[in-house]
C-alpha cells in the first residue's frame, strides 16, 4: 500500500481531522459524549491508520516505541498522582474537592487530569499492542 | 437487530476467516447503532471506536499470521454445544426477570441515581453525567479500569517479547 497515491493522499488528508477529533472528544469529555478513553482509541486509530498506509517504520519514526512504552505507564501515574495530590492537600485519596479553594472547581480539575491519564494510557496501550502484533508479521516473513 | 443476527449466523456458518472479521466489525457498527438508540451514546462511542476499528485492524494483523480458512473441527462438538446453549438459557432466563427497559420505577433508577442527578449540578458541575459518575463518583472503579488496560499492554509486552528474543540467537 505503501506506493498508493490516493490513498497516501487521503491519509494525509484525514490524520490531521483524527486527530483534531480525538482532541474534542478528549476536552469536551465533559459536556458530550466521549472522555478519555474513547480520545485515547481515536488517538491511537489515528496512528495505526498512518501505519498502515505509510508501512511500520514511518510509524516509528513519528512514534517512537519507547514513548509508547512509558505514556502506558505515565497514564496509570497520573490517575494515581491525582488520587495522591488529593491526600496531599489534606483530603481522601482521589478526593478531588480539594484540589481547589473553590470546591467545583476541583472537581473539574481532578476530572480532568483523570480523563488525561485514561487516555494517554489506553492509547498507549492500544498502540503497543498493534506494534507488537504488525511486527510479528514482519519477523515471520524475514 | 434483524441485519445483526443474520451477520452472526454468517459468521458461524462461514470459513472465511477474513469474511468472519468484517463482518464482526459490521455487527459491531450495528451494534453501537443500537446503543445510540437507546440513548447510550458514550458506549456507542467506544463500541464503534474499539469493537469496529481497533480489533478488526489486531485481527487482520493476527490474521496475517496464520491461515485464512478456518480448520474443520476433528469431532463434532456437541458437550461444548450444551453448555453454551444452557448458560445461554440460564440467561435470557435470567433478563426475564428485570425490570422493562426505562421504567422509572426499576431498582437501579430509585438507588443512587437520583442523588447522581440531583445534586451533581451543585456537587460537580460537568454537564456529561456519564463523564461525572465515571471520572469522579467512581473513580476508583475508573482507576481500576486504567489499571487493567495498563496490566493487559504489559502482558501483551511480556509474552511477544521474549518469543523475539528467544528466536535471534
Not at chain 1, 50 to 64: E, F, H, M, N, S
Not at chain 1, 69 to 79: D, H, K, N, P, T
Not at chain 1, 103 to 121: C, D, L
Request: glycine share 10%.
Amino acid at each position: 500500500m505503501k506506493n498508493d497515491l490516493i490513498l497516501r493522499v487521503i491519509a494525509k488528508l484525514l490524520i490531521p481531522f483524527i486527530l483534531l477529533f480525538a482532541l474534542y472528544v478528549q476536552f469536551h469529555g465533559d459536556f458530550g459524549p466521549g472522555g478519555g478513553f474513547q480520545a485515547g482509541v481515536i488517538l491511537a486509530a489515528a496512528v495505526i491508520f498512518y501505519a498502515l498506509i505509510y508501512g511500520l517504520a514511518d510509524a516509528r519514526k513519528v512514534v517512537p516505541e519507547p514513548l509508547v512504552e512509558s505514556m502506558m505507564a505515565i497514564g496509570v501515574l497520573i490517575y494515581a498522582g491525582v488520587g495522591v495530590a488529593g491526600l496531599l492537600l489534606g483530603g481522601n485519596y482521589l478526593d478531588y474537592f480539594v484540589l481547589d479553594p473553590n470546591p467545583v472547581r476541583g472537581q473539574h480539575r481532578g476530572i480532568f487530569w483523570v480523563e488525561v491519564g485514561v487516555a494517554t494510557t489506553v492509547s498507549g496501550v492500544m498502540l503497543k499492542i498493534f506494534y507488537m502484533f504488525a511486527d510479528r508479521g514482519k519477523v515471520d516473513e524475514e | 437487530m434483524s441485519m445483526m443476527a443474520v451477520s452472526v449466523l454468517v459468521i458461524i456458518r462461514s470459513r472465511n476467516l477474513f469474511g468472519v472479521i468484517v463482518l464482526s466489525g459490521i455487527y459491531s457498527f450495528l451494534m453501537a447503532t443500537v446503543l445510540v438508540a437507546m440513548d447510550a451514546v458514550d458506549v456507542a462511542m467506544t463500541e464503534a471506536a474499539v469493537g469496529a476499528g481497533i480489533s478488526t485492524v489486531l485481527l487482520l494483523g493476527a490474521l496475517y499470521l496464520c491461515k485464512s480458512e478456518e480448520a474443520h473441527p476433528p469431532k463434532k462438538p456437541f458437550l461444548p454445544l450444551l453448555v453454551s446453549m444452557s448458560v445461554g438459557g440460564m440467561l435470557v432466563y435470567g433478563t426475564l426477570g428485570l425490570p422493562e427497559f426505562s421504567d422509572p420505577q426499576a431498582p437501579i433508577h430509585v438507588h443512587v441515581v437520583p442523588r447522581y442527578l440531583n445534586e451533581m449540578k451543585q456537587e460537580v458541575d460537568v454537564p456529561n453525567v456519564v463523564t461525572a459518575v465515571l471520572a469522579s463518583y467512581r473513580g476508583f472503579d475508573t482507576l481500576g479500569e486504567t489499571t487493567v488496560v495498563f496490566t493487559a499492554g504489559a502482558g501483551v509486552v511480556a509474552l511477544l517479547r521474549r518469543r523475539r528474543k528467544g528466536r535471534k540467537p
